[in-house]
């Protein structure tokens, strides 16, 4: 069993920036990527951003490309999603996740371990 629980979010200013963490336990052996998702209301959830755990490629949708930065700290079995300039559009409720197979990082249906959710609400 892998537990991912998430911290950062929150509500900030139109243009301001956020960063939000995900730290992964138990049995992580085996990650092949991790990923960022958000879901606002009355929405699907959506892809944001992935990071190939063994290479440290990046992915990212084209809504947050040069606007956001997902790294990884493989010691602390942490992902972390840097987000700048921040529109009111990003508004959502941000979910990370971890895969262990090979597959569409960008397709929730690739991972297996979702974390609990942290709200993100930006302001015009």
């Known amino acids: 069993q892998v537990q991912l629980v998430q911290s950062g979010g929150g509500l900030v200013q139109t243009g301001g920036s956020l960063r939000l963490s995900c730290a992964a336990s138990g049995r992580t052996f085996g990650t092949y990527a991790m990923g960022w998702f958000r879901q606002a209301p009355g929405k699907e959830r959506e892809f944001v951003a992935a990071i190939r755990w063994g290479t440290g490629n990046t992915y990212y949708s084209d809504s947050v490309t040069g606007r956001f930065t997902i790294t990884r700290d493989s010691v602390k079995t942490t992902v972390y999603l840097q987000m700048n300039s921040l529109k009111p559009e990003d508004t959502a409720v941000y979910y990370c996740?971890?895969?262990?197979?090979?597959?569409?990082?960008?397709?929730?249906?690739?991972?297996?371990?979702w974390g609990q959710g942290t709200q993100v609400t930006v302001s015009s």
């Open positions: 996740a971890r895969s262990q197979v090979t597959g569409p990082t960008s397709l929730p249906s690739s991972y297996g371990s």
